[in-house]
């Protein structure tokens, strides 16, 4: 067979065939660097003994000046222009054998045939796609070759879904989930009415419409807007579903080298130069389940964040699908799956009350109540929950038995490529290996699985094993058994000390990468991560409104504290001695007794609002991460908890109101018991939000209980409750950023406390009998609220990514 030979850029390489691929891409033989060129732009094949170029480009491949499709390769040099007619130059020669006859003389290059919209006969379009050859250990293997078992949902390759006699009515195709479409595709995140396709006609390309869908439509890397026309050789991509468009028809493009994950030389430099991972390649092929193990601090965590795009590498690529995540990270993050090393389910819920919630929050908002049902329900099958769906998570369920839940809430999705960090953690042997053989059966059903542990009781079920040493460079990547003899040692624990010696890289081989990048440039991603596309705010408010209102009706001791916390602050305010109440006129203008139960109203108010609400954030931190990175509002979260829990602080104040005064003399004045209720409960209500932010600032639970204590005890101190704070010189303007001093001082003009000092120079200005005094007060308690609530608005943005 005759070679061969690719000139470009300086370089020179002689193919023997039977497949050379072009393009900007990791896994292409030609490597080239113009931006015009696409990822895949052609291929050099050979064709009944004969070398050919096929152009599978966007922008084109040109000769002379002309755009081809096809053109036969000769032993007279032939400059392919990619991307346009000056656009890098690729030169190609045949390198005739000698055994065969010279071709004829040629004066010139052949001119190229005329541009064709149609290549290739219907239904072989995919045979064109470009055929990567990846090194690996035992030489170049074809990876663009079909895959054989597919992750679940995914369509064969080669399928055709818009087959051409649909076309040649000359009528629009619908495609999407619902089952009225032209073109049905059952993705759950594929919208009902996903997008429109337009035939081509004898002038124009054919035109893909997205019709709004929730997910988005991208083609060739671009998500649509509207509208785009569909070249020969777009790829298109709805959900989790990749096609390629022959002119005829959309191909499901579903290879070996699309469902394996590249690790491109992956660093993460911090402030300071400090490197937590340096220079990580590596692939993760189909059906594969890979185990991380090392020291603490040897990356591991980071390394998770950089494969998953959530916290991307500073410098380096991960290819998944034939792209780069980094740079297409709205079109792949949700083929993405990644279960914490924290449950991200709230535990007072049952299986299927935690399911349905995220399954509303995560899949598209034209899903159907139905929808969710037969998804959750399908998810719970497959990691053998079924049995377990009435069950309360915290409570009801094993330790694996919760971590197979926090795995099914990421199935919902169904994403081919799965992450988990330390599932085992905490686990019993028997557990631990439960876990991951049920990791191991996720794995043989088409995904690629990597999961980081510090367990190595179950390395056996895995196909890889990748140890990190300290400094995050790769140790070991490779097959199970090989890892104690590369280090030369009989166990894990000898593996684990050889790791923290500091002459490590002179008392082990350092691996070969399964990847070579030594040719491509280092990149550097310094970009912040997209935001996920979110549901509307109705729905996703009404769906969070609902999870707070079972999640609390579901925790015995929340609610208990909802319904007794008032009862027995309310029982204590009654120990105050005296039989006038809050009555300043049944006292004889005394306000010792209408003065100390108001004391007590305020503490009830501060503690009741704050006990409610300081735990909520922080407790949550890892749902709340999980479901940010998918597509939660961070600022719905917080409304939803103010919502619920502000809502509950307020009755609390009005019951706590009612009980401190039921059956004695009420404040003087039109409604006056009325308005001093309206106002403890609205400080209530305040102290919930207050209390809600400061769980946004907090790192952990811990943090909470100091916290709780300094800020009751602040307000009941700023109040003017215990002393007079009025005409005290920066003090007074301090108490004014406190809640608790417009609550007491609402309340002190519905009960006209201060008119007994009228006229003796002590009165409290702020806290004047009237209906003016007593609006002003409200508002400026109000003001404090919402100021507060924007507040705790940008703090719950920021714990969703801040490091603890």
Known sequence: MDRLQVQWAGRTRTFE???????????????????????????????????VAVDTSSNGTFVSGQRITRLPLTA?????????PVGEPVVMTVLVSALAPPPPPQASPPPPPAPSPQPGPQGEFWKNLPPPQVPASGGPVDAWRPAGVLPPGQLPHGHSVVLPRQLQAGRSLS????????????????????????????TSLAVLHDLGSFNGTFVNGQRVQGSVRLPVGSEVIFGNQTFRWDGHQLIASATAHEFTLYADGLTQVVAGGKRLIENISFKLEPRSLTAVIGPSGAGKSTLLGA????????HGRVIWQGHDLYQHYDQLRFQIGLVPQQDILHPQLKVRQGLRFAAQLRLPPDTTAQEWDARVGHVAGQMQLTERMENRIGTQLSGGQRKRVSIATELLTAPPLLFLDEPTSGLDPGLDLEVMRQLRSLADDGRVVMVVTHSVLALDVCDNVLVLAPGGRIAYFGPPAGVLAHF???????????????????????????????????????AAVPAAPRQSVARQLGTLVQRNLAVVLADRLLLGMLVLLPLILGGLSRVVPGNHGISVLEAGGRIGEAQQRLTVLIVAACLMGTALAIRELVGERPIFRREYAVGLSPGIYFTSKVLVLGTAAFLQGLVVTFLATVGLPGAD??????????????????????????????TSTEQTMPALVGLVMLQLVLSGALFEIA????????????????GYAASASAMRLVDAFEGTGKEDWIAESGAGHYLMDLFLLGLLGAAAFGAGLLLTRRSATADD
């Open 727 to 742: 005409g005290r010189v920066l003090l007074e303007q301090i108490a004014w950023l406190s809640p608790s001093r417009w």
């Open 307 to 314: 494969l998953t795009g959530l916290k991307p590498a500073s």
């Open 17 to 51: 065939g039977p497949q050379v691929v072009v393009g900007r891409e990791l896994d292409c033989d030609v490597p080239v660097t113009d931006a015009k060129a696409s990822r895949h732009h052609a291929v050099l094949r050979v064709e009944d003994g004969v070398w």
């Open 669 to 698: 004045g039109s409604a006056g018991t009325l308005r001093v209720a309206l106002a403890i409960a609205l400080l209530s209500t305040v102290m919930v939000v207050i209390g809600l932010a400061l769980s946004a600032l907090v």
């Open 175 to 202: 495609i999407g989930r619902d089952h009225g479409n032209d073109v049905v595709l059952a993705d759950p995140l594929i919208s009902r009415r996903h997008a429109r396709l337009d035939p081509a006609t004898p």
């Open 488 to 526: 030369g040692r009989t166990n894990y624990p000898e593996v684990f000390d050889l790791l923290d010696d500091a002459d490590l890289w002179q008392r082990i081989p350092v691996p070969q990468h399964a990847v070579d990048t030594s040719s491509l440039a280092q990149q550097s991603y310094g």
């Open 76 to 84: 007279t040099p032939v400059s392919l222009h990619l991307g346009g």
